[in-house]
């Protein structure tokens, strides 16, 4: 599968990270699915350094699902490091975070973050919001013209 249609699931919790490849899926969204378990992991596969150091970093993920309370570097600081780089600062990020704290919603978009979402903890919620995820986000947006395309 195209690199550009990976999804980069940014998640330190093994229990949702299953549960989000279990809704994905179950409501066929196919695109090959890259989890990153640290803030750390999720920019070295973006930026194509440490053990993804072979991987063309001019391939960029279709969109970055990210957690906000990550090991070694947080949701936040990754989320503006993707913002503050030109290769990456056009990906869509969505926060899929458990947190509802006004100030993690407000520092997520004043990071640049496309979407917040907070985690429903009933496992058919969930599902029926990353299915509303995948749609929306995979199928129905519209990505900006990359000049190398």
């Known amino acids: 599968m195209n690199e550009e249609h990976v999804i980069l699931l940014v998640e330190d919790s093994s229990i949702d ?7 994905l899926k179950k409501h066929n969204i196919g695109n090959r699915v890259v989890v990153a378990r640290d803030g750390s992991a999720a920019l070295d596969y973006l930026f194509a350094q440490g053990s993804f150091a072979g991987r063309d970093a001019g391939k960029v993920p279709q969109i970055v699902l ?7 570097i947080s949701g936040l600081e990754v989320l503006r490091a993707i913002r503050a780089d030109e290769r990456t ?41 990353v299915q509303q995820l995948g749609v929306y986000w995979l199928v129905l947006n519209q990505r900006p013209p990359r000049g190398d395309v």
Do not use: C
């Open 17 to 23: 990270e299953e549960l989000t490849l279990r809704a």
């Open 66 to 72: 990210l957690d906000l309370n990550l090991p070694k």
């Open 89 to 129: 600062r056009l990906i869509p990020v969505v926060i899929l975070t458990s947190s509802k704290e006004d100030r993690d919603l407000l520092g997520g978009y004043e990071s640049g973050a496309n979407s917040y979402i907070v985690k429903p903890v009933d496992f058919m919620q969930f599902a029926d919001a």
